[in-house]
């Protein structure tokens, strides 16, 4: 059952939105640190722990990503249905306790255990996040904050670039800390990136829930979502898609710290330093600009804005993470590297545009949760996976640049095939919900 327009509830006041979308964003930088941090200290861990490429894309891949994706399917069915709010302060808490647990790791499978418990407690944010946003803001004005709470992916890449060189120069000999004992450099890394969430969590508990907006009566189960993705395969499923193989290359950069390091020769400190300025000054004025570039269109009467730069920026990104440790030296590396990271930053932004555009009120929770397994899965699960397999077994892992190259051709190439199908496929699906 529908409700007629004039008898839904206000949205919330700006300043009350606004914040609600302030400290989600500063959750996603939390939960975006203590998730990238383990790139930042792939040398370090593979010489203290002695393992390979390979099992350290374990640890990023099927460790984090599997469990990332499958656990958000039941939560987001929690989030169609109960205090969300609660829900995001109960899943701050757990992976921050975990990202801390990494740090006391003292072997791989305690360390596989501890990237687990961050994945399943992430799991909770995005779901969540999106459903509440798009309770708090109408749909012409979702693409502002939606590109806000993006920024975090390159807020959270930047800083944890930035703490990694900080925390590996102070405690390059280790520390002693009070109850914890002797610490590796890479262990105290651990300790005081997962510190900030276990402060952030409570604040949660003090927001107001805003009123869910429903066009149905009652939420469905997941049946209802499948069987919109089952009928819609080519648009809704396609926007998934597009974003997954965005994402196994993003993820697959995992190993850029060590590419780095054996391609160019650099410390760790000065590939995290650079890298993490870039994507603070970059990042988020690309991500911000995405979601702005596409209010602006739709006011303009096209639609489907969000789906079309989408498309516009995916087409370049599978060239230019391809090729950027190739270039001569470091400082072109940079270029090119920064170049496709302007690419996945749209793409971040747009994708969960497009998908709201085209998806029920009532679904969204459900649907985005399904969105989120469907890349975690696929991108985060094969993309670092992928990455030390070729690396440990094909190329060897002197040849890391050819593993982390190979990955945006191996799964990129298909989808810029596709595109056209599924682009028109989304066209008519918009055509529809827009009727």
Wanted: glycine share 10%; net charge positive.
């Amino acid at each position: 059952m529908s409700i007629p327009v004039d008898a839904r509830p206000a949205y919330p006041s700006p300043v009350t939105a606004w914040t609600m979308v302030a400290l989600l964003t500063l959750a996603y930088i939390v939960s975006y640190l203590d998730r990238s941090i383990l790139g930042a200290l792939v040398q370090p861990i593979k010489a203290d722990l002695a393992i390979s490429d390979e099992s350290m894309g374990y640890l990023s891949g099927i460790a984090f990503g599997i469990f990332y994706g499958v656990i958000g399917l039941p939560l987001g069915w929690l989030a169609d249905r109960r205090r969300r709010t609660r829900i995001v302060a109960s899943g701050v808490t757990l992976w921050s306790f975990a990202t801390v647990a990494s740090g006391l790791a003292r072997g791989f499978g305690q360390l596989f255990v501890a990237r687990m418990a961050v994945g399943v407690g992430e799991a909770v944010l995005s779901p969540c996040a999106m459903s509440l946003i798009g309770d708090s803001f109408p749909p012409e004005k979702r693409g502002k904050p939606v590109g806000v709470y993006s920024t975090a992916l390159a807020l959270g890449v930047g800083v944890s670039g930035l703490i990694g060189a900080l925390v590996l120069s102070v405690g390059k000999d280790g520390v002693t800390l009070p109850l914890l004992g002797a610490l590796k450099a890479w262990q105290f890394a651990f300790v005081v990136v997962g510190l900030p969430g276990l402060v952030l969590a409570p604040l949660f508990l003090l927001l107001r829930e805003p009123v869910r907006r429903s066009d149905a009566a009652t939420p469905s189960g997941f049946t209802e979502a499948f069987t919109l993705l089952g009928r819609n395969f080519w648009a809704l499923g396609g926007v998934m898609l597009l974003t997954a193989v965005m994402t196994t290359i993003a993820y697959s950069q995992f190993f850029n710290v060590a590419a780095f390091a054996r391609t160019y020769g650099w410390d760790a400190k000065d590939y995290l330093k650079i890298n993490g300025l870039l994507n603070l000054i970059i990042g988020p004025f690309v991500v911000i600009a995405a979601g702005v570039v596409i209010d602006r269109l739709r006011a303009r009467g096209i639609g489907d804005a969000a789906f079309r730069v989408l498309a516009f920026a995916f087409v370049p990104m599978v060239p230019l993470c391809a090729l950027g440790l190739f270039m001569p030296n470091a400082a072109a590396a940079f270029v090119v590297m920064a170049s496709g990271s302007v690419c996945l930053g749209i793409i971040t932004s747009a994708a969960i545009l497009a998908l709201l555009e085209v998806t029920p009120a009532h679904l969204r929770g459900q649907i985005v949760a399904i969105y989120y397994m469907t890349i975690s899965i696929l991108g985060q699960g094969l993309g670092p996976t992928t990455t030390g397999i070729l690396s440990t077994r094909l190329y060897g892992e002197d040849n890391l640049r050819w593993a982390i190259a190979t990955v945006p051709v191996l799964y990129g190439v298909v989808p810029i095939v596709l595109l056209p199908m599924i682009g028109r496929a989304y066209r008519k699906r918009f055509a529809e919900v827009a009727a």
